[in-house]
């Protein structure tokens, strides 16, 4: 079956940490781009993170040095680990696997983070 399951999420403090997972099948994932983006209620989807097939990174500018994107081929997984957890980084994140011309999306996971 093709598809990608995010889990992980959850409510979490500000300043704490989250760990989000996205398991990948049936599809080609060690040729594949992998990317998280994520969406607020009421505001549109947003690239969080990427990660190239030869592991090349990019970051939105609002969680350079408090998220980290990686992934391992032979699990075919791709992580985001998330530091420094702040209240507007509260929003549903969703995983995207990419193999021109193909685009797949996860169903994704909802990150709150409050007091």
């Known amino acids: 079956q093709v598809q990608l399951v995010e889990s992980g999420g959850g409510l979490v403090q500000p300043g704490g940490s989250l760990r989000l997972s996205c398991a990948a099948s049936?599809?080609?994932?060690?040729?594949?781009?992998m990317y998280w983006y994520r969406q607020a209620p009421g505001k549109q989807r947003q690239l969080v993170a990427g990660i190239s097939t030869g592991g090349s990174t990019n970051y939105a500018d609002s969680v350079k040095d408090r998220f980290t994107i990686s992934r391992d081929n032979a699990k075919n997984t791709v992580y985001l680990q998330m530091n420094s957890l702040k209240a507007e980084d509260t929003a549903v994140y969703y995983c995207q696997a990419v193999r021109l011309p193909q685009t797949l999306w996860g169903q994704g996971t909802q990150v709150t983070v409050s007091s």
């Open positions: 049936g599809i080609a994932f060690s040729g594949s781009a």
